[in-house]
Every structure is written in C-alpha cells, then in structure tokens.
C-alpha cells in the first residue's frame, strides 16, 4: 500500500525528511483503506518507519487487532534533491548547479538506484508472505518504491517517467501469492485516483 496524502504547503520533495505527517485528507484516506481492508484475513501489517506510513498502517492494524510493525526495507527511496522543490520549471532543477545529478536517469544519479529499491522492497514482502503463512499482510511504503517493485516483479525495465505511474494515494498494490509463486498482481483504489505528480505524494 502507498501511505494517504501528506500536510506539503511549501511542495518539496520531503523524501526521508522526519516531521511531515497525513494531511486531513491522507487520514480520511488511510480510514477509507482500513474499513475497505476490514473483512480481509490480514496477520500482519508493516510499515516503513516514515511518520505518513506509520499514521496510515495505524488503522488497518487497529481494525485487525494488530501492531504496525517498522521495517526499514520500505522506506522511501533515497534522493539527493530532498528539501528542495523540484516540480517541472521550478526550483532546484533549474539551477545549473544540480544538473550533474541528472546525468543518469537510467540508475538513477540523484538517488538510490532502482534496482536496490526493488530488491530491498522484495524481501520486505517475502517476510511479509512468510510471516503471515497463507493470510494476508499489508506492506505501507512509498510511491516509488512500490512502483519499482512492480515494475521488476512484472519483468519491465525500471527506469520510467514518474509521470506514468500507477500508484495512487492510499492505492493497493496487491501480489496474489499461490503457493510460492507470484500468480497476479491486482491493482486497487479503494480511496479513490490521484495525480502521480501530487505535491502529496
């Protein structure tokens, strides 16, 4: 699951940053997931450590009875333009200074490589599955690194314009385990669709 929308009035890119938390709306969102989530056999909820995914998993384990337990593997990618605004025609990226950051959007340069990101997030999930032993468990993390996860479970390259991604707000991205293979991957929004370029993201 991607935590709700988060309280961003000045638009940075927070990334890893400590202190920003769901907005108003990221909580209805996170309460929307928890009641969609209720019926569910879930075991297990995890989260990453980020204030905005921990408020978010709160719920799902309150409806479940559950602890939110920390697992760093599912924390957002690390990002060298953290605390800067970095939207199309805006701040940092039209500073010459940052372009040597932009050298490989392939990797990427400015941040954690994808392919780290998606292995890390895997085995997050392989705890998940092993832990919950034919239930269900939840798994709160970030836009990108549920994205990258995606992307390399279905085999597809992982470099990718953000702009593209199918990732909503409060989204699910469900892995349909049958026995130890990965039959499906089902895609939800029970909060409803955001922009991928939402400055709550």
Excluded at 17 to 45: C, F, I, N, W
Excluded at 88 to 109: E, I, T, Y
Excluded at 112 to 141: N, T
Excluded at 155 to 178: I, M
Aim: net charge positive; charged share 25%.
């Amino acid at each position: 699951m991607r935590h709700g929308e988060v309280y961003n009035p000045d638009g940075i890119l927070y990334g890893r940053l400590p202190g920003y938390q769901l907005s108003a709306r990221g909580k209805e969102q996170a309460l929307t997931v928890a009641e969609h989530l209720a019926r569910h056999d879930v075991a297990m909820v995890l989260a990453s450590p980020l204030e905005r995914a921990q408020q978010t998993a709160q719920p799902i384990a309150d409806s479940h009875r559950l602890d939110v337990l920390s697992d760093e593997r599912l924390i957002e990618a690390a990002n060298e333009f953290e605390g800067l605004r970095v939207a199309v025609g805006d701040g940092a990226l039209r500073q010459p200074r940052h372009w040597s950051k932009l050298r490989n959007p392939f990797r990427p340069s400015w941040g954690e490589p994808y392919l780290r990101i998606a292995h890390r997030m895997l085995a997050a999930v392989s705890r998940a599955r092993q832990a919950a032993a034919g239930r269900e468990a939840v798994c709160v993390s970030h836009q990108l690194p549920v994205w990258t996860l995606r992307r390399f479970l279905e085999g597809r390259r992982l470099w990718h314009d953000p702009r593209r991604r199918q990732c909503s707000l409060a989204s699910l991205t469900s892995l349909v385990f049958e026995d130890e293979q990965l039959a499906r991957i089902v895609y939800t929004e029970p909060a409803g669709a955001t922009d991928p370029r939402v400055t709550g993201a």
